[in-house]
């Protein structure tokens, strides 16, 4: 498990497209001196950046060098300024999946963390004695504090209406996975709440269902699986029963790849098609 490596910088709005770029550009960009000025951040953005690139499972390292992965190369090509709302959905799942533990704190909010309200002092309570369990050397109140103000932050930093410039809202913040409520002098509340998705564009839905079938190699995928998994809709969406099965009736409908939704004896079942998940996307996004 890894903390505080996102330099206290949650991710800003076009950080994505310019990491993309430069690395694709000059795959040692991420170790050149002047990387920052190239850029146009500061030297710890930068280092936030690279973070972000590879939690988000859009660049790997290799040998003091960085290309884009399969997913960054579709990104890069269909929407690297995320101007859909399912390309953020899709980073938002690859996060939680947390490869190479980096990135600890996300996962356990949407995955572990079971409550759905919280004030901001109790969830850093809970997160750090949930750490103080499983780590066995002592980690830092304030790198933990640090990772649930980003955590909030990330899917809570909206723009300023008042100026048209602003690029450090979030762009995250459009899913409404998490909302902040001010309480005065009190404690903030943090609420978890359902995915804000586009009911036109299903593409983030199918790929990660697509993509956990391909990992498992299986065809079919029962519903309770869905909604109780760490990869799939349930525990990373926030949807509930009724959402999924609305969806997944949709998705049948589907003019490329229409799944089999089939229950019968009371046990829903799901009968992917046989495409992998890049591919898939590579049509779809």
Not at 177 to 183: F, P, Q, V
Not at 215 to 239: A, P
């Amino acid at each position: 498990m890894a903390y505080g490596r996102h330099e206290s910088f949650y991710l800003r709005n076009k950080w994505i497209s310019k990491g993309l770029k430069h690395v694709n550009n000059m795959p040692t960009f991420f170790y050149e001196k002047d990387n920052f000025e190239k850029i146009g951040l500061g030297k710890n953005m930068v280092r936030s950046l690279r973070f972000w690139l590879m939690a988000l499972n859009l660049i790997y390292e290799d040998n003091k060098t960085h290309k884009l992965t399969p997913l960054g190369e579709v990104i890069f090509e269909k929407d690297r300024l995320l101007e859909k709302q399912s390309t953020k959905a899709i980073l938002h799942s690859e996060l939680l999946n947390n490869l190479g533990d980096t990135a600890t704190v996300f996962n356990w909010f949407f995955v572990d963390f079971k409550e759905t309200i919280i004030t901001k002092v109790e969830l850093k309570t809970i997160f750090k004695a949930w750490v103080e369990i499983r780590e066995p050397k002592a980690v830092s109140d304030k790198s933990l504090d640090r990772d649930i103000d980003v955590l909030i932050q990330l899917y809570t930093k909206e723009a300023d209406e008042n100026d048209p410039e602003d690029s450090i809202f979030s762009p995250f913040t459009s899913l409404q996975l998490i909302k902040e409520e001010r309480m005065g002098n009190s404690s903030d509340v943090i609420r978890k709440s359902a995915i804000k998705y586009d009911k036109e564009d299903l593409v983030a839905f199918y790929y990660t269902l697509i993509k956990y079938a391909n990992k498992e190699k299986v065809e079919f995928i029962q519903l309770d699986e869905i909604l109780e998994h760490s990869e799939l809709w349930g525990k990373t969406f926030n949807i509930s029963k009724n959402e999924a099965i609305d969806i997944l009736n949709k998705l049948t409908l589907d003019r490329d790849y229409p799944l089999e939704y089939v229950r019968t004896n009371n046990l829903d079942n799901v009968k992917v098609p046989q495409i992998e998940a890049l591919e898939f996307l590579k049509v779809k996004l």
